[in-house]
Each structure stands twice: as structure tokens, then as C-alpha cells.
């Protein structure tokens, strides 16, 4: 096997990022044609295919995924160093790419991510919403953002947002006229309860608490999705009872769309965390952002 171009090897993996070689040359400013040469000349030089080509996609072949997953965390390291040829303590420079879930994303980053940014011009920052937990490190990413139950034991957590959150449950007006208002847990056994669905296939329960008493359902209903703002579009049509992050429903609580239910039974839970690992060297976006949550937290 011949030594391979350490460039062709960083196109290789802009090609399965980009999932396409015309999006990858966009982004890398060069032809999809040479870009495409540059693919047949690494798998030339390692001896074999990496990429499975259809007029449709390219997507890389198992030898290419098992390289790719050896890659990424080498590729990520070097873009690191050069960022920090242009480092100092007082102005980072280079990309902090993020992997959080969907409510951080949406009620907790925007104003967040807007004073860090004013703070320092030189950093980007790219945010990929997943609400799986998948290994944010080993896909790339600098951090991400999860709540407690799903941190991994040997990374470091800095405390993101509010330290409190709760689930509320709710429903429209016009629904509880019609089936009536559960007083308790247990009387949702009668009702419609618009379910959540995550993208691993596991159903999200109802789970309601209140002085050390646990009382868990399984939703059943006409609606069960992956999105929240289908579920709180359902629940405000009045089709049944909606169970989610408060964040999601504060306006229709707010205008009257929602009601409020069970209100002494919703379940509290620690805000997110945002974690990252702490025996790989820390670029100076994530160092800079870091330090920017804790004087946050301070005051």
C-alpha cells in the first residue's frame, strides 16, 4: 500500500459529511471532478473501495465507514492545532461545533450562543440538533448538550441554562369540556395521550411524581410522533393530553390555547449539561465557551 495523501484523506471525509461529492467540492472550493478524482487516487493508493457512488448518493462502503471512525478524532486534532497557531487566551479563533437536543436548541441556545458570539467575532459556531445519544466526540463534534441520566462517567459536565426544568402536562380547553379534567394520574387510563416517539424507536412514558410516588403511563392515542411541534399542534386541536417540556407549551399555557393538568404531579429534573472530553485537548472555541458558561452561572 502506497503512503496516501493526507489531503485526499481530510477530502475523503468531506465527501461523507457532505454526502455527495458536488456539495463536499462547494464547500472545499474545488470541481466535483476533482474531487472525484482525488477519491480514486486514495482508494488507489490504501488498495480499497471507500465509497459506495449511485447517481443518487455516495455513501462510504464498511471499510470506509471502520477508516472514516479511526479519522475522525486525527482530523479534528489537526484542525485544533492549526486553530491555535492564531490563539491566544483573550481572542479564539476557529469553530465550536455543537450536537444538542431539540429543546436546548430552541429555548436555551439562541440568546446564548448571541452574547458568547458578541463576545468573541473570532469563533463560529455550528449547532446539529439530535436528540439520540450518540458519541458526540467520536462523530466530531467539539461538546454536547444532555441532561444527567445521559452523560458518559468520563466526561467533564459544566451546567448549561436554568438548574430546575419540569414536564407539564396540558390540554385544550375544548377537550377537557368534552372527556373531563383527570384529577389524578391513574385517570388518564381513559383518555386520549398524544405520545412521543424517539428516533431509536423507544416510546417516551408519562412519567408523573409527587411526595416520593412515582406514577408512570404509556401513552395511547390517535398521535404518537418524533416531533414536538406536532404533538403541541395536536394537543392545541384538542386531540388529546400532551406531556412535555414546559418550555413547549409556555405560550399556549400563556393565551389560554393549553391548560394546565395534574399541575402538584409534574415531574422537576436538573437542567443540561454541557460536556465535552477532558483528555483530548481542548480547542480554544470550547475552552472560551466554557469559560463563558461559568461566569454565566456566577452571576
Known sequence: MRQPNLTDVALFAAVVEAGGFRAAAQKRGMSASSLSDCMRRLEADVGVRLLNRTTRSVTPTAAGERLLERLRPALQEIVSAFNDLDDDAQRPVGTLRLNVPVPVARYLLPDLLARFLRLYPGVNVEVMMDNTFIDVIAAGYDAGVRYEESLAKDMIAVPIGPRRQRFAAAAAPAYLAARGTP?????????????????????????????????????????????????????????????????????????????????????????????????????????????????EAQG
Do not use: M, N
Open 183 to 295: 384529577r389524578h394520574p391513574a385517570e388518564l387510563e381513559d383518555h386520549q395521550l398524544l405520545g412521543h416517539r424517539f428516533e431509536s424507536g423507544k416510546l417516551a412514558i408519562f412519567e408523573f411524581e409527587k411526595d416520593g410516588r412515582t406514577f408512570r403511563i404509556s401513552p395511547r392515542g390517535q398521535l404518537i410522533t418524533s416531533s414536538h411541534d406536532l404533538k403541541t399542534s395536536g394537543a392545541i386541536a384538542g386531540l388529546g393530553i400532551i406531556y412535555t417540556f414546559e418550555d413547549f407549551l409556555r405560550e399556549a399555557l400563556a393565551d389560554g390555547r393549553l391548560v394546565p393538568i395534574l399541575e402538584d404531579w409534574w415531574q422537576a429534573f436538573d437542567g443540561p449539561y454541557l460536556y465535552y472530553h477532558g483528555r483530548r485537548h481542548i480547542p480554544s472555541p470550547l475552552r472560551a465557551f466554557v469559560d463563558f458558561l461559568k461566569a
